[in-house]
Protein backbone atom coordinates (compact mmCIF):
# COMPACT_ATOMS: atom_id res chain seq x y z
CA UNK A 1 0.00 0.00 0.00
CA UNK A 2 1.25 3.31 -1.42
CA UNK A 3 1.31 6.31 1.50
CA UNK A 4 3.16 9.11 3.00
CA UNK A 5 3.15 9.93 6.76
CA UNK A 6 5.72 10.97 9.51
CA UNK A 7 6.05 7.87 11.26
CA UNK A 8 4.18 4.77 11.25
CA UNK A 9 5.29 4.01 15.31
CA UNK A 10 3.16 6.67 16.00
CA UNK A 11 -0.03 4.27 15.67
CA UNK A 12 -0.35 3.47 18.87
CA UNK A 13 -1.38 7.04 20.47
CA UNK A 14 -3.31 7.16 17.50
CA UNK A 15 -5.40 3.91 18.43
CA UNK A 16 -5.68 5.49 22.30
CA UNK A 17 -7.02 9.21 20.95
CA UNK A 18 -9.18 7.76 18.28
CA UNK A 19 -10.45 5.70 20.84
CA UNK A 20 -11.41 8.42 23.12
CA UNK A 21 -12.50 10.90 20.45
CA UNK A 22 -14.88 7.73 19.51
CA UNK A 23 -16.75 8.10 23.01
CA UNK A 24 -18.63 11.20 22.21
CA UNK A 25 -18.98 10.46 18.87
CA UNK A 26 -22.73 8.14 19.39
CA UNK A 27 -24.56 9.31 15.73
CA UNK A 28 -21.32 8.40 13.94
CA UNK A 29 -20.64 4.80 15.95
CA UNK A 30 -24.81 4.17 15.28
CA UNK A 31 -24.54 4.51 11.25
CA UNK A 32 -21.23 2.81 11.83
CA UNK A 33 -22.85 -0.09 12.73
CA UNK A 34 -26.00 0.18 10.24
CA UNK A 35 -22.86 0.71 7.69
CA UNK A 36 -21.59 -2.92 8.58
CA UNK A 37 -24.56 -4.67 7.91
CA UNK A 38 -25.96 -2.93 5.01
CA UNK A 39 -22.87 -1.75 3.15
CA UNK A 40 -24.09 1.00 1.12
CA UNK A 41 -20.75 2.32 -0.11
CA UNK A 42 -19.89 -1.36 -1.38
CA UNK A 43 -17.48 -0.69 -4.55
CA UNK A 44 -17.24 2.46 -4.34
CA UNK A 45 -13.92 4.24 -4.53
CA UNK A 46 -13.81 7.72 -2.31
CA UNK A 47 -11.15 10.23 -1.99
CA UNK A 48 -11.29 12.51 1.12
CA UNK A 49 -9.28 16.02 1.87
CA UNK A 50 -10.20 16.80 5.32
CA UNK A 51 -7.83 17.61 8.54
CA UNK A 52 -6.41 14.59 9.58
CA UNK A 53 -7.54 14.40 12.95
CA UNK A 54 -9.37 11.91 15.69
CA UNK A 55 -12.93 12.48 14.43
CA UNK A 56 -11.74 12.00 11.31
CA UNK A 57 -10.28 8.73 11.61
CA UNK A 58 -13.86 7.98 13.13
CA UNK A 59 -15.10 9.12 9.54
CA UNK A 60 -12.87 7.15 7.41
CA UNK A 61 -13.66 3.54 9.58
CA UNK A 62 -17.79 4.49 8.86
CA UNK A 63 -17.34 4.67 5.51
CA UNK A 64 -15.01 1.85 4.92
CA UNK A 65 -17.09 -0.25 7.39
CA UNK A 66 -19.88 1.20 4.64
CA UNK A 67 -17.45 -0.86 1.61
CA UNK A 68 -15.85 2.35 0.56
CA UNK A 69 -12.21 2.13 -0.65
CA UNK A 70 -10.70 5.29 0.86
CA UNK A 71 -7.62 7.85 0.54
CA UNK A 72 -7.07 10.30 2.51
CA UNK A 73 -5.10 13.60 2.72
CA UNK A 74 -4.63 16.83 5.01
CA UNK A 75 -7.03 19.72 4.12
CA UNK A 76 -4.57 22.05 5.21
CA UNK A 77 -0.99 21.96 5.96
CA UNK A 78 -0.73 22.21 9.68
CA UNK A 79 -3.66 20.54 10.96
CA UNK A 80 -2.54 17.03 10.35
CA UNK A 81 -2.61 14.60 13.84
CA UNK A 82 0.70 12.59 12.40
CA UNK A 83 -0.51 9.66 14.62
CA UNK A 84 -4.30 9.68 13.50
CA UNK A 85 -2.34 9.62 9.96
CA UNK A 86 -0.48 6.57 11.26
CA UNK A 87 -3.28 5.02 12.91
CA UNK A 88 -5.37 4.47 10.20
CA UNK A 89 -2.44 3.49 7.65
CA UNK A 90 -1.64 0.63 10.60
CA UNK A 91 -4.76 -0.54 11.99
CA UNK A 92 -7.40 -0.01 8.86
CA UNK A 93 -4.91 0.11 5.65
CA UNK A 94 -6.17 3.26 4.84
CA UNK A 95 -3.86 4.88 2.52
CA UNK A 96 -2.70 8.61 4.05
CA UNK A 97 -1.11 11.12 2.31
CA UNK A 98 -0.55 14.23 5.02
CA UNK A 99 2.40 15.35 7.27
CA UNK A 100 2.24 18.16 9.78
CA UNK A 101 4.13 20.91 8.46
CA UNK A 102 3.92 19.85 4.88
CA UNK A 103 5.06 22.20 2.25
CA UNK A 104 2.69 23.54 -0.85
CA UNK A 105 4.12 21.43 -2.89
CA UNK A 106 3.99 18.38 -1.01
CA UNK A 107 0.32 19.41 0.21
CA UNK A 108 -0.80 19.42 -3.66
CA UNK A 109 1.60 16.23 -4.52
CA UNK A 110 -0.03 15.38 -1.54
CA UNK A 111 -3.61 15.96 -3.32
CA UNK A 112 -2.21 14.18 -6.28
CA UNK A 113 -2.06 11.04 -4.71
CA UNK A 114 -5.30 10.88 -2.92
CA UNK A 115 -6.82 11.69 -6.74
CA UNK A 116 -4.79 8.50 -8.51
CA UNK A 117 -7.45 6.74 -6.79
CA UNK A 118 -9.86 7.57 -9.35
CA UNK A 119 -12.23 8.74 -6.51
CA UNK A 120 -16.15 8.18 -7.72
CA UNK A 121 -16.75 10.12 -4.73
CA UNK A 122 -14.92 13.37 -3.54
CA UNK A 123 -14.87 14.68 0.23
CA UNK A 124 -13.76 17.83 0.51
CA UNK A 125 -13.14 20.96 3.21
CA UNK A 126 -12.33 23.61 1.25
CA UNK A 127 -12.65 22.87 -2.32
CA UNK A 128 -9.32 21.66 -3.17
CA UNK A 129 -9.82 18.33 -4.52
CA UNK A 130 -12.83 19.42 -6.57
CA UNK A 131 -10.76 22.36 -7.86
CA UNK A 132 -7.68 20.39 -8.56
CA UNK A 133 -10.21 18.01 -10.68
CA UNK A 134 -11.66 20.51 -12.65
CA UNK A 135 -8.58 22.57 -13.52
CA UNK A 136 -5.96 19.32 -13.62
CA UNK A 137 -7.61 16.25 -13.73
CA UNK A 138 -10.50 16.52 -15.80
CA UNK A 139 -10.01 12.62 -17.03
CA UNK A 140 -11.22 11.88 -13.60
CA UNK A 141 -14.86 13.72 -14.15
CA UNK A 142 -16.53 10.88 -16.27
CA UNK A 143 -16.35 8.62 -12.98
CA UNK A 144 -17.37 10.90 -10.62
CA UNK A 145 -20.35 10.12 -8.89
CA UNK A 146 -20.30 13.28 -7.11
CA UNK A 147 -18.79 14.93 -4.02
CA UNK A 148 -20.05 16.36 -0.50
CA UNK A 149 -18.33 19.79 1.16
CA UNK A 150 -17.86 20.31 4.50
CA UNK A 151 -17.05 23.98 5.27
CA UNK A 152 -18.37 27.53 4.34
CA UNK A 153 -15.61 28.47 2.41
CA UNK A 154 -15.61 25.37 0.17
CA UNK A 155 -19.40 25.89 -0.21
CA UNK A 156 -18.76 29.22 -1.49
CA UNK A 157 -15.98 28.16 -3.86
CA UNK A 158 -18.76 25.39 -5.43
CA UNK A 159 -21.82 27.66 -5.53
CA UNK A 160 -19.59 30.20 -7.84
CA UNK A 161 -18.23 27.55 -9.74
CA UNK A 162 -22.20 26.26 -10.35
CA UNK A 163 -23.26 29.91 -11.06
CA UNK A 164 -20.33 30.45 -13.90
CA UNK A 165 -21.78 26.77 -14.95
CA UNK A 166 -18.62 25.28 -14.92
CA UNK A 167 -19.42 22.57 -12.25
CA UNK A 168 -18.98 18.58 -13.81
CA UNK A 169 -20.39 16.87 -11.12
CA UNK A 170 -23.46 16.98 -8.15
CA UNK A 171 -22.17 18.46 -4.91
CA UNK A 172 -23.88 18.26 -1.26
CA UNK A 173 -23.11 20.73 0.89
CA UNK A 174 -22.99 19.32 4.43
CA UNK A 175 -21.84 22.48 5.58
CA UNK A 176 -25.61 24.25 5.14
CA UNK A 177 -27.26 21.58 7.10
CA UNK A 178 -28.53 22.85 10.14
CA UNK A 179 -27.01 19.83 12.38
CA UNK A 180 -23.73 21.06 11.16
CA UNK A 181 -23.49 24.42 11.08
CA UNK A 182 -25.34 25.15 14.23
CA UNK A 183 -23.42 23.05 16.52
CA UNK A 184 -20.01 22.55 14.46
CA UNK A 185 -19.51 26.49 13.13
CA UNK A 186 -20.95 27.82 16.30
CA UNK A 187 -20.22 25.84 19.37
CA UNK A 188 -16.98 24.12 17.54
CA UNK A 189 -14.91 26.91 16.71
CA UNK A 190 -16.32 29.13 19.27
CA UNK A 191 -14.45 26.99 21.81
CA UNK A 192 -11.67 25.25 19.85
CA UNK A 193 -10.90 28.98 18.56
CA UNK A 194 -9.96 30.09 21.60
CA UNK A 195 -8.21 27.07 23.05
CA UNK A 196 -6.09 27.54 20.28
CA UNK A 197 -5.61 31.15 21.16
CA UNK A 198 -4.81 29.83 24.88
CA UNK A 199 -2.39 27.36 23.82
CA UNK A 200 -0.80 29.15 21.81
CA UNK A 201 -0.23 31.97 24.21
CA UNK A 202 -1.01 31.12 27.63
CA UNK A 203 -2.27 34.34 28.06
CA UNK A 204 -5.69 35.38 30.10
CA UNK A 205 -8.73 36.38 27.73
CA UNK A 206 -10.60 38.30 30.73
CA UNK A 207 -10.50 42.15 30.71
CA UNK A 208 -8.88 41.62 27.46
CA UNK A 209 -10.57 43.87 24.05
CA UNK A 210 -11.05 41.27 21.78
CA UNK A 211 -11.68 41.67 18.38
CA UNK A 212 -13.41 39.66 16.14
CA UNK A 213 -13.99 39.74 12.04
CA UNK A 214 -16.88 38.87 10.85
CA UNK A 215 -20.19 37.43 12.30
CA UNK A 216 -20.98 34.62 10.70
CA UNK A 217 -21.89 31.07 12.57
CA UNK A 218 -18.00 30.62 13.75
CA UNK A 219 -17.53 34.22 13.76
CA UNK A 220 -20.65 34.39 16.58
CA UNK A 221 -19.75 31.34 18.09
CA UNK A 222 -16.26 33.06 18.73
CA UNK A 223 -17.49 36.10 19.95
CA UNK A 224 -19.74 34.29 22.29
CA UNK A 225 -16.68 32.09 23.90
CA UNK A 226 -14.83 35.39 24.42
CA UNK A 227 -17.41 37.62 25.99
CA UNK A 228 -18.05 34.49 28.53
CA UNK A 229 -14.71 34.64 29.59
CA UNK A 230 -14.44 37.84 30.63
CA UNK A 231 -12.88 39.70 27.40
CA UNK A 232 -14.85 43.23 26.10
CA UNK A 233 -15.67 41.72 22.36
CA UNK A 234 -15.80 43.97 19.29
CA UNK A 235 -17.48 42.88 15.92
CA UNK A 236 -16.27 44.35 12.47
CA UNK A 237 -18.53 42.97 9.75
CA UNK A 238 -19.54 44.20 6.15
CA UNK A 239 -22.84 43.06 6.17
CA UNK A 240 -25.58 45.61 7.88
CA UNK A 241 -28.16 42.48 8.90
CA UNK A 242 -25.38 40.99 10.64
CA UNK A 243 -23.45 44.14 12.11
CA UNK A 244 -27.01 44.78 13.47
CA UNK A 245 -27.28 41.00 14.73
CA UNK A 246 -24.04 41.81 16.95
CA UNK A 247 -24.88 44.80 18.40
CA UNK A 248 -28.22 43.53 19.60
CA UNK A 249 -26.38 40.36 20.87
CA UNK A 250 -24.38 43.43 22.81
CA UNK A 251 -21.30 43.98 21.33
CA UNK A 252 -19.54 47.12 20.04
CA UNK A 253 -19.70 46.99 16.10
CA UNK A 254 -17.18 49.38 14.53
CA UNK A 255 -14.80 49.53 11.19
CA UNK A 256 -11.64 47.59 11.62
CA UNK A 257 -9.68 50.70 11.40
CA UNK A 258 -11.08 51.48 14.13
CA UNK A 259 -10.81 48.17 16.01
CA UNK A 260 -7.27 48.19 15.00
CA UNK A 261 -6.36 50.79 17.56
CA UNK A 262 -7.67 49.33 20.40
CA UNK A 263 -7.69 45.20 20.54
CA UNK A 264 -5.73 43.24 22.57
CA UNK A 265 -6.62 40.39 20.71
CA UNK A 266 -7.72 39.76 16.87
CA UNK A 267 -9.58 36.64 15.35
CA UNK A 268 -10.40 36.85 11.43
CA UNK A 269 -13.62 34.73 10.52
CA UNK A 270 -14.93 36.10 7.39
CA UNK A 271 -13.28 33.87 4.61
CA UNK A 272 -12.65 36.67 2.25
CA UNK A 273 -8.90 37.89 1.86
CA UNK A 274 -7.14 40.74 3.23
CA UNK A 275 -9.43 41.51 6.42
CA UNK A 276 -6.23 43.44 8.36
CA UNK A 277 -4.02 44.84 6.15
CA UNK A 278 -0.75 47.26 6.53
CA UNK A 279 -2.82 50.19 7.74
CA UNK A 280 -4.35 48.23 10.33
CA UNK A 281 -1.24 47.10 11.44
CA UNK A 282 0.24 50.11 11.58
CA UNK A 283 -1.97 51.16 14.15
CA UNK A 284 -2.26 48.42 16.45
CA UNK A 285 -0.85 48.79 20.02
CA UNK A 286 2.20 47.12 21.06
CA UNK A 287 1.88 43.93 21.75
CA UNK A 288 -1.56 42.87 20.02
CA UNK A 289 -1.89 39.23 19.05
CA UNK A 290 -3.33 38.39 16.00
CA UNK A 291 -4.92 35.01 14.80
CA UNK A 292 -7.37 33.75 11.92
CA UNK A 293 -9.21 30.98 12.34
CA UNK A 294 -11.12 31.10 8.81
CA UNK A 295 -10.43 28.20 6.24
CA UNK A 296 -7.49 30.11 4.03
CA UNK A 297 -4.45 31.60 5.33
CA UNK A 298 -5.20 34.71 3.93
CA UNK A 299 -7.14 36.68 5.76
CA UNK A 300 -4.26 38.52 7.25
CA UNK A 301 -2.28 40.50 5.21
CA UNK A 302 1.30 38.61 6.40
CA UNK A 303 3.11 40.17 2.78
CA UNK A 304 2.60 43.71 3.96
CA UNK A 305 3.18 42.94 7.60
CA UNK A 306 6.32 41.43 6.62
CA UNK A 307 7.28 44.58 4.21
CA UNK A 308 6.81 47.21 7.11
CA UNK A 309 8.73 45.08 9.77
CA UNK A 310 12.10 45.92 10.94
CA UNK A 311 12.59 42.35 12.16
CA UNK A 312 10.49 39.15 12.46
CA UNK A 313 10.92 35.58 13.99
CA UNK A 314 9.29 32.60 16.41
CA UNK A 315 9.51 33.33 19.87
CA UNK A 316 7.31 30.21 20.99
CA UNK A 317 5.89 27.56 19.57
CA UNK A 318 2.89 29.05 17.44
CA UNK A 319 4.16 33.03 17.40
CA UNK A 320 5.65 35.00 15.16
CA UNK A 321 6.92 38.10 16.18
CA UNK A 322 6.81 41.49 13.84
CA UNK A 323 8.81 44.87 14.90
CA UNK A 324 7.49 47.44 13.49
CA UNK A 325 9.39 50.86 12.41
CA UNK A 326 7.14 52.89 15.09
CA UNK A 327 8.71 49.99 17.76
CA UNK A 328 5.81 48.26 18.24
CA UNK A 329 5.59 44.45 18.53
CA UNK A 330 2.66 42.71 16.88
CA UNK A 331 2.28 38.53 17.73
CA UNK A 332 0.95 36.73 14.77
CA UNK A 333 -0.13 33.57 16.01
CA UNK A 334 0.15 30.18 13.43
CA UNK A 335 1.50 31.81 10.31
CA UNK A 336 -2.22 32.99 10.24
CA UNK A 337 -3.26 29.35 9.43
CA UNK A 338 -6.63 28.36 11.24
CA UNK A 339 -5.54 29.02 15.05
CA UNK A 340 -8.01 25.82 15.99
CA UNK A 341 -6.15 23.26 14.37
CA UNK A 342 -3.10 24.73 14.07
CA UNK A 343 -2.58 25.20 18.22
CA UNK A 344 -5.22 23.25 19.40
CA UNK A 345 -7.09 19.99 17.98
CA UNK A 346 -9.87 21.10 16.28
CA UNK A 347 -13.56 21.37 16.90
CA UNK A 348 -14.44 18.72 20.14
CA UNK A 349 -15.36 14.89 19.14
CA UNK A 350 -19.33 15.90 20.14
CA UNK A 351 -19.93 18.40 17.44
CA UNK A 352 -17.74 16.50 14.56
CA UNK A 353 -20.26 13.65 15.36
CA UNK A 354 -22.87 15.57 13.74
CA UNK A 355 -20.67 16.84 11.31
CA UNK A 356 -19.35 13.31 10.17
CA UNK A 357 -22.89 11.66 10.37
CA UNK A 358 -23.84 14.45 7.51
CA UNK A 359 -21.04 13.11 5.48
CA UNK A 360 -21.55 9.84 5.65
CA UNK A 361 -25.07 9.94 5.06
CA UNK A 362 -24.53 12.37 2.33
CA UNK A 363 -21.81 9.46 0.68
CA UNK A 364 -24.60 7.12 1.00
CA UNK A 365 -27.14 9.58 -0.70
CA UNK A 366 -24.71 10.32 -3.53
CA UNK A 367 -24.86 6.65 -4.43
CA UNK A 368 -28.55 5.94 -3.82
CA UNK A 369 -29.36 9.34 -6.01
CA UNK A 370 -26.70 8.88 -8.13
CA UNK A 371 -28.62 8.96 -11.45
CA UNK A 372 -31.30 11.84 -10.70
CA UNK A 373 -28.45 14.64 -9.34
CA UNK A 374 -27.74 17.37 -11.67
CA UNK A 375 -24.48 19.58 -11.87
CA UNK A 376 -25.13 21.71 -9.21
CA UNK A 377 -24.84 22.08 -5.46
CA UNK A 378 -27.36 20.15 -3.02
CA UNK A 379 -28.47 20.75 0.17
CA UNK A 380 -27.86 17.64 2.55
CA UNK A 381 -31.84 16.24 2.47
CA UNK A 382 -34.03 17.40 5.47
CA UNK A 383 -34.87 14.18 6.42
CA UNK A 384 -30.92 13.31 6.81
CA UNK A 385 -30.74 16.27 9.09
CA UNK A 386 -33.42 15.91 11.33
CA UNK A 387 -32.76 12.08 11.88
CA UNK A 388 -29.01 13.37 13.13
CA UNK A 389 -31.07 15.89 15.66
CA UNK A 390 -33.29 13.15 16.64
CA UNK A 391 -30.12 10.32 16.79
CA UNK A 392 -28.23 13.19 18.99
CA UNK A 393 -30.78 14.17 21.62
CA UNK A 394 -31.30 10.19 22.24
CA UNK A 395 -27.94 9.74 23.13
CA UNK A 396 -27.93 12.24 25.27
CA UNK A 397 -31.40 11.03 26.65
CA UNK A 398 -33.21 13.66 25.96
CA UNK A 399 -36.64 13.36 25.21
CA UNK A 400 -39.40 16.37 23.38
CA UNK A 401 -43.01 16.31 22.85
CA UNK A 402 -44.76 15.10 19.87
CA UNK A 403 -47.84 16.74 18.26
CA UNK A 404 -51.43 16.15 19.06
CA UNK A 405 -53.30 15.14 16.38
CA UNK A 406 -55.45 18.34 16.93
CA UNK A 407 -52.00 20.72 16.98
CA UNK A 408 -51.05 18.74 13.44
CA UNK A 409 -54.77 19.61 12.25
CA UNK A 410 -54.37 23.48 13.20
CA UNK A 411 -50.60 23.80 11.60
CA UNK A 412 -52.60 22.43 8.31
CA UNK A 413 -55.41 24.23 8.30
CA UNK A 414 -56.24 28.29 8.12
CA UNK A 415 -59.47 28.88 9.05
CA UNK A 416 -59.29 29.29 12.71
CA UNK A 417 -58.13 32.98 14.14
CA UNK A 418 -58.83 34.82 16.90
N1 LIG B 1 -12.64 20.86 11.42
C1 LIG B 1 -12.66 21.50 12.59
N2 LIG B 1 -12.41 20.67 13.61
C2 LIG B 1 -12.20 19.44 13.07
C3 LIG B 1 -11.90 18.18 13.63
N3 LIG B 1 -11.76 18.01 14.93
N4 LIG B 1 -11.76 17.15 12.77
C4 LIG B 1 -11.91 17.34 11.44
N5 LIG B 1 -12.20 18.49 10.87
C5 LIG B 1 -12.35 19.56 11.69
Redesign the pocket.
Known sequence: MNYDIKDIGLAEKGKLSVDWANKSMPVLNSIKERFIKDRPLAGVRLGAC??V????ASLMETLKAGGAKIALCASNPLSTQDYVAAYLVKYHEIPVFAIRGEDRDTYYSHINSVLSLRPNITMD?GADLVSTIHSEREDLIEGIIGGTE?TTTGVIRLKSMAANGVLKFPLIAVNDADTKHLF?NRY?TGQ?TIDGIIRATNRLIAGSVFVVCGYGWCSRGLAMRANGMGANVIVTEVNPLRALEAVMDGFRVMPIAEASKIGDFFCTLTGDINVIRKEHFLEMKDGAIVSNSGHFNVELDLESLSGIAEYKGRIREHIDAYKLSNGRYIYILAEGRLI??AAA???PSSV?DMSFANQALSAEFLVKRNSDLENTVYSVPQDIDKEIARLKLASLGVRIDILTPEQEKYLSSWQMGT
Not at 53 to 56: I, K, L, P, R, S
Open positions: LHTTETDEDGSNLEGHM
